[in-house]
């Protein structure tokens, strides 16, 4: 009982991430801005 404890402790962090942030597995977590296309030159 005391490992699936210790476990559970140490998958709060990614189980508070996930409810936050469903995608987070995928992207990352940190919320960055969306990338803006460059400036096209003639």
């Known amino acids: 009982m005391q490992r699936l404890d210790?476990?559970?402790r140490e998958l709060q962090?990614?189980?508070r991430t996930?409810?936050?942030k469903s995608?987070?597995?995928v992207f990352e977590a940190?919320?960055?801005t969306d990338p803006?296309?460059?400036k096209a030159t003639k």
Do not use: I
Request: hydrophobic share 45%; aromatic share 0%.
């Open 6 to 8: 210790q476990v559970l």
């Open 13 to 15: 962090p990614v189980l």
């Open 18 to 20: 996930l409810n936050e």
């Open 23 to 25: 995608n987070a597995l």
């Open 30 to 32: 940190a919320g960055s």
């Open 36 to 38: 803006q296309p460059k």
